[in-house]
């Protein structure tokens, strides 16, 4: 009998709706319960409405569904997160604490929590960055996610709460539309380029960060939380690599398909943020440890991308 009984806050995102789909295709529609502010009109699947920083609604809805696993994915993201900087410390912490405050009340068995490159700093070296270094974030999100990962540590070391967490670098998908980070860029990019319209970047051309395709970063998580847990010996959050690239570096590679893209850059304040955050992400551990590898190039994404978004454009 499959026991595994998930619950996803923050279903809707960029992350968590292509997550949830890939549970529901691991575990079976009936085991996983997503959940959000709102439903939206085209999911499939149970669905319960869910503000994280409520703890009575999650609790209630862990208890009720008798939920074993927890994947916590809501969060107000690096550059959206700056022009509220207090709300968005308040709900990105008060959302997390609950979660782990239910998953110990309820001896839940597994719990997914998401960091970010954003948790590193100017002190953090540029170059490759390695799993052990100074962080001291430039961004209120950055400063929620590297606490997050210390909650997540203590958690663990003291009442045994085997919560799991990756640094998320810029997740690269067909499937959702980003929402308010600062390597959207490399998504918006893609839905100008196959509508045969200009794009006009926010970051200067040659801001080299560190990304990953989405199958990739769904790859990684569901790996990560089926590794045993003796082999888990980061309990803050392991560094996760996809590739890195700059946004002209990007511009090349869809002008190989679609000669007559047009790009300019108008770097915003989302600038300051991407310099802050190194290029090149050192993963060692997360491959040592439970046996990490990333999959995809910036030919392949750039491929998968455009033919996926002319698939939707032509079938809308
Ligand atoms: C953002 O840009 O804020 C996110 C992230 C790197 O965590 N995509």
Redesign the pocket.
């Known amino acids: 009998m499959n026991t595994t009984k998930i619950l996803v806050v923050g279903a809707n995102g960029q992350l968590g709706s292509v997550l949830t789909q890939a549970l529901q295709t691991k575990y079976g529609i009936e085991q996983v319960i997503a959940s959000d502010l709102y439903q939206k009109p085209d999911f499939n699947g149970n669905f319960e409405i869910l503000d994280g920083t409520n703890f009575n609604q999650l609790h209630e809805i862990v208890v009720r569904h008798g939920i074993t696993q927890i994947y916590h994915l809501a969060a107000i ?3 959206n997160g700056e022009k509220d900087p207090l709300r968005t410390w308040d709900i990105n912490m008060k959302a997390l604490l609950n979660v782990l405050e239910v998953g110990r009340i309820e001896s839940i068995d597994k719990i997914f929590y998401p960091s ?3 948790v590193f700093g100017n002190s953090a070296p540029k170059g490759i960055c390695p799993q052990e270094t100074f962080l001291d974030p430039s961004t209120v ?1 950055g400063i929620s996610k590297a606490t997050g990962e210390n909650w997540a540590n203590y958690y663990f070391n003291r009442y045994g709460l085997d919560v799991r967490s990756l640094r ?4 690269i998908g067909y499937q959702s539309l ?1 929402g308010g ?4 860029y490399a998504i918006d990019i893609f839905h100008k380029a196959v509508c045969d319209e200009p794009y006009t970047c926010f970051l200067a051309k040659d801001t080299r960060l560190p990304m990953i395709f989405m199958d990739d970063a769904i790859k990684a998580t569901l790996q990560l939380m089926e590794a045993p847990k003796e082999s888990i010996r980061t309990r803050t959050s392991y560094n996760l690599a996809g590739l890195s690239f700059t946004p002209e570096e990007i511009a090349a590679e869809i002008k190989k398909i679609i000669p007559n893209f047009a790009i300019s850059y108008e770097p915003d304040f989302r600038q300051q943020i991407a310099e802050s955050w190194p290029q090149v992400i050192d993963d060692k551990e997360a491959k040592a440890e439970w046996g990490w590898q990333s999959n995809y190039t910036l030919k392949d994404i750039t491929e998968t991308m455009i033919l996926k978004l002319q698939e939707q454009l032509t079938f809308a």
Request: no cysteine.
């Open positions: 993201l690096s550059a970010s490159i954003a999100y998320y670098p810029g997740v980003p980070g600062t390597t959207d």
